[in-house]
């Protein structure tokens, strides 16, 4: 057999025995939930949709519904202790739906307390200025967030992607070859020791 038949893609396998999770509500875009999981998938990992959503949660191709997706775990009984790193799809109608729940910010603060990686996409970005996690941090996201995030204390630059301290960030869907390199980087890496430290009185 000749090498050429026996070269891998340099994803496959790395995130073996990882598990994802991917937040989204009603109204993700839904390519940034499919290609990334895809990618993540094919490099070993297990993903479960986590959402508020019951049984099924919607996806849209920009402002069009697109197609309903199974829900494997109720935000409600999901823990952050229990998944290895988190993907925040974007999409205009989800962050703004999931940063108004305390239930999903709790959930995605686990993530940073604990020092777990985040990968985070065009609006996605909302939810976290919600959760208390973006100050300080060097973050990339749709443009018209651009204000919301540098009110918020980050330091938002228009780049493909962005890596700060194990936080993966793209700005849209074109975005999204870049970001999946980048995601599973940062998957493959695991835990740092924080991403954010909190003030102990």
């Not at 974007?90 to 993530?111: K, N, W």
Request: aromatic share 6%; hydrophobic share 40%.
């Amino acid at each position: 057999m000749s090498c050429e038949g026996v070269r891998r893609n340099p994803m496959e396998r790395r995130l073996d025995g990882k598990k994802i999770a991917i937040l989204v509500a009603d109204g993700f875009e839904q390519v940034e939930l499919t290609e990334p999981k895809a990618a993540l998938e094919a490099a070993g990992a297990t993903t479960e949709i986590v959402s508020p959503a019951k049984n099924e949660v919607q996806g849209w191709n920009h402002d069009e519904k697109a197609d309903a997706f199974h829900v494997d775990m109720p935000l409600d009984r999901a823990r952050s202790d229990d998944y290895d790193a988190l993907l925040l799809p974007g999409g205009v109608r989800s962050p703004d739906r999931l940063r108004q729940l305390t239930r999903a910010l709790e959930f995605i603060d686990g993530f940073f307390v604990t020092g777990k990686p985040v990968a985070a996409i065009c609006h996605a970005p909302w939810t976290l200025i919600e959760a208390g996690v973006v100050d300080g941090r060097k973050i990339t996201s749709w443009p018209s967030l651009k204000t919301d995030l540098r009110n918020a204390g980050a330091n938002w630059v228009d780049r493909e992607v962005v890596v700060d301290k194990g936080l993966v960030s793209s700005r849209k869907p074109a975005d999204i070859p870049a970001f999946n390199r980048k995601m599973v980087d940062a998957f493959a890496e695991g835990r740092r020791i924080q991403q954010r430290f909190r003030l102990v009185k």
